[in-house]
């Protein structure tokens, strides 16, 4: 069980995209590539799942081109009061419940494939400019109510009832430099490559606002 967590803002409102991926540990999101990855497809966010022989499984979220902040969340987690065991992956956006399918048939989604956030290619459609933010990932699934709590605002520490799960956090907040650095003990930071710029933003946000507020890199 595992829960994926991040903010995105586009740069302009209105951005359609034919399946960028911009988060993802995985390859490609070719069918049959395992791992996971967050893409956009038209003017909503999915996550896609894959497995080599096996095809990919989608779950879908709700549009994020109205140049506001958002928040994406994945949650997989296995239900083990049937048998045999089901497995499923929930995605939220701003903390709401949006769609569930079952990845039952994936297994093990572990993938060779660096961390990526960002392109992954090939094979994408198309491209999109997106400011990035506030990025965790945990070690078991987070409930509902957890995820709604925290979503909205960029204030993860100690105080959170989950935190002794969470393996990878990214603020995303160093306004200069080539990394995104990573608190947690033993994890890695995220090396910045290619097209990628720091603007000065406020340190507070919240979904749903259109306003440059984070110091962040896209």
């Not at 925290?150 to 100690?158: E, G, L």
């Not at 959170?160 to 990573?182: M, Q, T, V």
Request: glycine share 8%; charged share 15%; proline share 6%.
């Amino acid at each position: 069980n595992f829960t994926i967590e991040m903010k995105m803002r586009h740069t302009k409102s209105g951005q359609t995209a034919d399946y960028p991926a911009f988060f993802s540990k995985r390859n490609n999101f070719a069918s049959g590539v395992v791992g996971w990855t967050f893409f956009q497809e038209g003017a909503y966010w999915q996550f896609n799942a894959g497995q080599s022989g096996k095809g990919n499984v989608q779950a879908r979220g709700t549009n994020i081109n109205d140049g506001a902040w958002h928040h994406l969340t994945a949650v997989i987690y296995t239900d083990n009061s049937v048998t045999p065991f089901k497995r499923f992956v929930r995605v939220y956006t701003d903390g709401v419940f949006n769609a569930q399918s079952d990845i039952t048939a994936l297994g093990n989604l572990n993938s060779p494939a660096p961390l990526t956030l960002g392109a992954t290619l090939p094979p994408n459609g198309s491209m999109i400019d997106m400011y990035v933010n506030d990025v965790r990932i945990w070690n078991d699934s987070l409930p509902a109510a957890v995820i709604k709590q925290y979503s909205c605002t960029n204030k993860i520490d100690a105080s959170h009832p989950n935190y002794a799960n969470l393996i990878g956090y990214w603020a995303c907040s160093e306004g200069d430099g080539h990394r995104f650095k990573n608190p947690i003990a033993g994890a890695s930071d995220f090396e910045l490559k290619n097209a990628y710029k720091w603007e000065p933003m406020n340190s507070i946000f919240t979904c749903g606002k259109s306003v440059p507020d984070a110091p962040y890199s896209k």
